[in-house]
């Protein structure tokens, strides 16, 4: 994807099981311009994923049916989505979890309580560009 392709269409997909931090995580995206597509679960998000080829993925490590880090290791088996941006955002800080994140080839593991949403706005060109 060029930076021209993402600059025409930025488009998110959120993978966040808790409706409150989806809305004002999704409310701020869609206030800079984004689309954002939105899955509560880890299977739904997997699927949504592969239909929209959105530029940057945001998923939460605990979800119902797949956990995060199964979604992403299924998205970076995939061709089509090997390359993609994700990002995990969780509750979880422990280092372990952090470097499972990383290692299963996330750009980064954020910490949802010491992040607001308009930081993790400002930040997506910068893993969408990487």
Known sequence: ???????????????????????????????????????????????????????????????????GFEVLARLREDPKTAALPVVILSNYGSDEMRKRGLELGAQDYLVKARVTPIELASRIWSWVSA
């Open 1 to 67: 994807m060029t930076e021209e392709t993402a600059a025409a269409d930025p488009r998110i997909v959120l993978v966040e099981d808790d409706s409150t931090i989806a809305s004002m995580y999704s409310y701020q995206f869609e206030q800079d311009g984004h689309t954002v597509w939105t899955a509560t679960d880890g299977e739904a998000g997997l699927q949504l994923t592969r239909d929209v080829m959105p530029d940057i993925v945001f998923l939460d490590v605990r979800l119902p049916k797949l956990d």
